[in-house]
């Protein structure tokens, strides 16, 4: 599984997790999960504890390992 490292404080994060917050620095997470192949946010689906990552625009399931996460601070109001 991949880690996620906090961008302030170089912390591990918790890329299970749409949102986070740092148990370092306290800093406040929004957690991208994006698709390798095409760049897009995939779709979490949840089942029985787990988390899947679905990809919209390839329309497949992306493996866990290959998924690309990226932490973006929360509550800033920033959108692309
Ligand atoms: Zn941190
Ligand atoms: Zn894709």
Known sequence: MSTLICPACSAELDS???EIR???CQAHYRIRAQCPT???ELERLKACG???YFC???N???SKRTVIFEATPA???VRQ
């Open 16 to 18: 299970r997790s749409p």
């Open 22 to 24: 740092c148990g370092q």
């Open 56 to 58: 919209n625009h390839c």
């Open 75 to 77: 509550g800033a109001g």
């Open 38 to 40: 095409c760049q897009q």
């Open 60 to 62: 497949s399931l992306v």
């Open 50 to 52: 787990a988390v899947d």
